[in-house]
């Protein structure tokens, strides 16, 4: 479960079997931690590829409450305009924290994040055709580190 901090009650599942045997566990109050009221359990499916290639197309996500976030953890929001669509997105920045991107690279705080080039991941583009994306394990301050694509080398979005 890559999209999931060590120790952390939010879970991330690949699988809609496995997330709904783990709600019924995290309501039962049946995993370390939890309890009954501890968190209220929501299940999402993917339907775009914005946090491939830690979450894909068709796989389905149990997200639970938190009352504490961290950098590096998934969060689930409603878009504020039409309060239907659902977003997932990964923390990056705390309060007080200035973001940035230049150049493709994310700085906090005036500093580039760590950057390591991996393997091209392959992915299948609108047309069901292999694609080979660049690939990078990101390394986020506090130690949090997680794979993300560059989909669009020089895109609109590398620098704001």
């Given at each position: 479960?890559?999209?999931?901090?060590?120790?952390?009650?939010?879970?991330?599942?690949?699988?809609g079997?496995?997330?709904?045997?783990?709600?019924?566990?995290?309501?039962?109050?049946?995993?370390?931690?939890?309890?009954?009221?501890?968190?209220?359990?929501?299940?999402?499916?993917?339907?775009?590829?914005?946090?491939?290639?830690?979450?894909?197309?068709?796989?389905?996500?149990?997200?639970?409450?938190?009352?504490?976030?961290?950098?590096?953890?998934?969060v689930?929001?409603?878009?504020?305009?039409?309060?239907?669509?659902?977003?997932?997105?990964?923390?990056?920045?705390?309060?007080?924290?200035?973001?940035?991107?230049?150049?493709?690279?994310?700085?906090?705080?005036?500093?580039?994040?760590?950057?390591?080039?991996?393997?091209?991941?392959?992915?299948?583009?609108?047309?069901?055709?292999?694609?080979?994306?660049?690939?990078?394990?990101?390394?986020?301050?506090g130690?949090?580190?997680?794979?993300?694509?560059?989909?669009?080398?020089?895109?609109?979005?590398?620098?704001?």
């Amino acid at each position: 479960m890559p999209a999931c901090r060590p120790n952390s009650r939010r879970a991330t599942l690949r699988s809609g079997v496995l997330a709904a045997v783990a709600a019924v566990f995290l309501q039962l109050g049946l995993i370390a931690g939890s309890t009954p009221a501890a968190a209220e359990l929501r299940t999402f499916s993917i339907v775009a590829t914005s946090m491939a290639p830690t979450l894909l197309i068709n796989e389905f996500i149990l997200a639970a409450e938190a009352k504490q976030v961290m950098r590096g953890d998934l969060v689930t929001y409603l878009l504020p305009k039409d309060n239907r669509t659902v977003y997932v997105k990964r923390v990056v920045g705390l309060p007080g924290d200035r973001i940035r991107m230049i150049e493709g690279r994310l700085h906090i705080n005036g500093t580039p994040v760590a950057l390591e080039r991996l393997e091209d991941f392959e992915m299948q583009d609108f047309d069901g055709k292999p694609q080979r994306v660049p690939q990078y394990r990101e390394t986020l301050p506090g130690g949090h580190s997680h794979r993300i694509l560059d989909m669009a080398e020089r895109g609109f979005l590398d620098n704001t």
